[in-house]
């Protein structure tokens, strides 16, 4: 096990050194540079000149990388070229919003896809079953965008029960956080609930055709007693696998929703990042984003053997 | 709703400045006191030190006015009104001016405001690696003279019509020069002025939240210092749509820019104000002049023949929308109907003969993609279809339109422009001057040349409005530049809220502003 973890980790590194790298060719290689995005559309040369000269732009690339990673490595990853805020600073703002909207949509998604997906493959061919597919196909084919304005439309302004936009810290009241958090994570979460019912469905459905099932219902255990000791640990490990790799999407579903309900979160920093050419932004958030992904996949890989030893013994051998 | 009048009056080159009092319509009576406004702009907050932020008509703007204070300011009838100085005098001369400063004022750092703190901030001025977003904006500007303690002698390197409006502009914002050198480059992050409000917080691209300054010098109209209000939170809302939900369930109490689709919604709602803010957006065309085709007067006038600008601004934008021919707001004392051109598709294809291309034109049409730039483009790719030019919209993002329109890089590109301005004659000279730094479309006018030169020197108001219509004339003649149609800004309020100023940009000015129950 610990073998396997360091070389996972070992891993990591490397795919966040890459990672790095390609950041900034790509946000180098796109026109447009953090001195003329600050300029905006009265930009002109010999403005776009003196702004780069006083930003450290007017030095070449790789001395611009090189200055930035150097600085990385000792803990210092600079400052916002627009806003001249610390990135670590910036950074500790807005990952708790992510981190809780990511989670939040997770366990919604958790929460209701799996007993959702249980009760369609129960209920195989039968109007449960029906009205699920049905429901799971508008949560896969519904946009981000769409879902969250027509939430807010009605929560938020027709019946005025949930505040429309805007995000209360958890530290400053936890029913204000818990309300405002609600429109946003049943946003993000409707594609990824879909996924996780349709997953949960079709892998239980193959199990409960599998012969250990049939041998349990035969030994006369009761209903309950098959599914959830029996059929779960093995319908898990394909929904374990979805959850782990629509991870990354989530992330790339809350720049959206944060978009949407003005939540100072990862997603919107790094599309302003982005939008500015603020490479010094635009590199820490990828990375800490690229991060969290390979941990939460690192984490379902360790989970797979938890759920399931026979792969924590392959992976031995 | 809210009717702003005539009220822009006669104050020169300055004109182009509002501001404008909009207390009128809330029925007067004994101010009330305390409160928080929760007041909404789409536009997020790119630095907090004046003379480097690039966004002051959006949420700015607001910030910089409620925690910074200038010399002077411009009252409802365009007047200029004593801020920070008390008074003023211009030398004969015309190249200097001398201020009386406002005794015991201090920062909210504790730091007095004086002469030597006035001239700290003006000669920043003179420093483009310092005020590298504003420096551009007071090439008159010469260098400030401390007199006494309290006394400053502004000098100028000639008579400029620029200056005074300047200064009620971001480069005259004053902030605490102890806060300059103590915070090192924090400073774009942490303002420290006189206003009327202190900084509490900034989370960039979220909200900035401000608190009532308990030291402020300004008396209100109940005997007590101002403000009355005793916090301001300004919102970022990136959605025009979810920022109109949040000011109509009582969230917020004050929104910029109220999207055409919401008017009637706010219009008819009894617990809301629309307010027709003294500003507006104008749509314009760069014809690229520096090669041809467009180097052809008579190609130019053909397209401004062919573009029906009323059913445009009625399509588009209904109920926002109209004509306006050239950068100066109908409410402007200088503003001036005269264009040469009318809708004419059968004189646009005769000067089409004319120019040489008689049997079409293909060009490329660059544009940003945003609204209402994706909906305008069409139309105009319409118009000109009909007298034989091809366009070939290209919708750009943002900066790689900047990076090809500052190249000059292009064929016909669309443009966007906040009226009013801060001063009519710096957007000439930057914009259509042949030396000028943003003059895209490279039109070169010695007449334009000379008469903005002229402009900028002089200082009556009569003959300033004189060359300002001989200047549109030569413009609109030549078509140095395409003007399109203009939108109407419309703001919307909670009707609790009483004492909104409007200031240039259509930017607000919350000292007077107060909360009834």
């Known amino acids: 096990m610990t073998a396997f973890l360091l070389r996972r980790f070992l891993q990591t590194l490397l795919v966040a050194f890459l990672v790095s790298v390609l950041v900034f060719s790509i946000i180098l290689l796109i026109p447009g540079d953090p001195a003329t995005a600050m300029l905006g559309e009265l930009a002109n040369e010999e403005d776009i000149a003196l702004l780069k000269r006083k930003l450290g732009l007017d030095q070449p690339l790789y001395m611009q990388y090189l200055h930035w990673i150097g600085n990385a490595l000792q803990g210092d990853l600079g400052r916002s070229m627009h806003t001249r805020f610390p990135v670590t600073e910036l950074i500790a703002r807005a990952l708790p919003y992510t981190i809780q909207l990511a989670l939040c949509g997770m366990f919604l998604a958790v929460v209701v896809g799996i007993p959702a997906g249980l009760i369609a493959a129960r209920r195989h061919g039968q109007s449960p079953d029906m009205v699920m597919r049905g429901l799971t196909t508008i949560g896969m084919a519904m946009p981000n965008f769409w879902l969250g304005i ?87 490990i394909p929904v374990l696998t979805v959850v782990g790799l629509q991870t990354g999407r989530l992330l790339g579903g809350a720049v959206v929703t944060e978009t949407i309900f003005s939540i100072p979160g990862m997603g919107s920093l ?42 924590r013994l392959a992976g031995r051998t | 709703m809210v009717q702003i009048g005539a009220a822009l009056r006669r104050s020169g080159v300055a004109s182009a400045m509002a501001a404008l009092l909009l207390a009128a319509p809330m029925t007067a009576g004994a101010v009330e006191r305390g409160g928080k406004l929760v007041a909404t702009s789409q536009v997020k907050v790119t630095s907090m030190d004046p003379v480097n932020g690039n966004a002051y008509g959006g949420t700015e703007g607001v910030v910089y006015l409620a925690v910074y204070e200038r010399l002077i300011r411009q009252n409802e009838a365009g007047e200029f009104v ?25 920062f909210h750092d504790g730091t007095p405001f004086n002469a030597e703190a006035a001239k700290f901030n003006l000669d920043r001025l003179l420093d483009p690696e310092d005020a590298t977003q504003a420096y551009r904006l007071y090439p008159d500007y010469a260098g400030t003279d401390v007199i006494d303690d309290y006394t400053i002698r502004v000098n100028l390197k000639n008579p400029s019509s620029i200056m005074m409006p300047g200064l009620t502009y971001k480069g005259g914002l004053m902030m605490s020069p102890t806060a300059y050198q103590e915070l090192g480059e924090d400073i774009t992050r942490h303002p420290v002025g006189t206003g009327p409000f202190v900084f509490e917080d900034w989370v960039p691209g979220d909200h900035v939240s401000l608190k009532k300054n308990p030291d402020y010098w300004q008396m209100g109209e109940d005997g007590e210092p101002l403000p009355y209000l005793d916090e301001i939170v300004v919102r970022v809302i990136a959605k025009d749509s979810v920022a109109v939900v949040e000011l109509q369930t009582g969230r917020s109490q004050l929104t910029k820019r109220i999207p055409a689709e919401s008017l009637e919604d706010i219009r008819a709602d009894p617990e809301l104000e629309l307010i027709e803010a003294p500003s507006a957006t104008m749509y314009r065309l760069y014809l690229n002049m520096r090669q041809p085709p467009f180097d052809n007067l008579k190609l130019r006038q053909a397209i401004n023949y062919a573009l029906d600008r009323q059913a445009m601004a009625e399509a588009i934008l209904p109920g926002v929308g109209y004509v306006q021919p050239f950068i100066l707001l109908p409410s402007e004392p200088s503003y001036w109907d005269y264009t040469p051109y009318s809708y004419d598709p059968e004189k646009a294809q005769q000067l089409m003969n004319e120019a040489g291309h008689g049997d079409g034109l293909d060009v490329e049409f660059m544009m940003i993609n945003r609204e209402p730039d994706i ?119 909670s009707a609790r809220l009483h004492g909104l100023e409007y200031q240039h940009e259509g930017v607000w000015r919350l000292t007077d502003a107060w909360l009834a129950d």
Do not use: C
């Open chain 1, 150 to 236: 027509l939430l807010i439309l009605i929560f938020g302004l027709w019946l005025d029960w949930l505040p429309p936009s805007g995000i209360v810290p958890i530290s400053e009241s936890f029913s204000g956080w818990a309300s405002s958090m609600v429109l946003p994570a049943v946003t993000i979460a409707a594609g990824f609930t879909a996924v996780v019912v349709r997953q949960t469905r079709s892998a239980f459905l193959e199990v409960l055709r599998t012969d250990y099932i049939r041998t349990a219902r035969a030994k006369g255990l009761p209903e309950y007693m098959v599914i959830t000791p029996h059929a779960m640990r093995n319908v898990l």
């Open chain 1, 270 to 311: 790094i599309v302003e990042g982005v939008n500015g050419r603020d490479f010094v932004v635009v590199q820490a958030g990828i990375m800490v984003a690229a991060l969290g992904v390979l941990g939460i996949n690192l984490l379902v890989d360790v989970l797979y053997g938890v759920i399931d030893p026979r792969i």
């Open chain 2, 82 to 106: 004593p801020e920070l100085a008390e008074s003023w005098e211009l030398a004969p001369d015309g190249k200097s001016i001398t201020f009386k400063l406002r005794e015991g004022v201090t």
């Open chain 2, 375 to 493: 909906q305008i483009a069409p139309a105009v790719q319409a118009f000109l279809q009909q007298i034989g030019i091809n366009t070939e919209i290209v919708s750009l993002e943002r900066l790689i339109y900047v990076d090809r329109a500052t190249s000059g890089n292009f064929e016909i590109a669309m443009a966007q422009t906040n009226l009013p301005l801060p001063t009519a004659v710096t957007w000439l000279q930057q914009q259509l001057a042949s030396d000028g730094p943003v003059n895209r479309a490279a039109w070169n006018n010695a007449d334009f040349d000379a008469a903005v030169a002229k402009l900028a020197a002089e200082m009556d108001p009569e003959a300033q409005e004189q060359l300002l219509h001989e200047i549109q004339q030569i413009v609109l003649d030549d078509a140095g530049q395409t003007f399109l149609f203009a939108a109407q800004s419309y703001d919307g309020a």
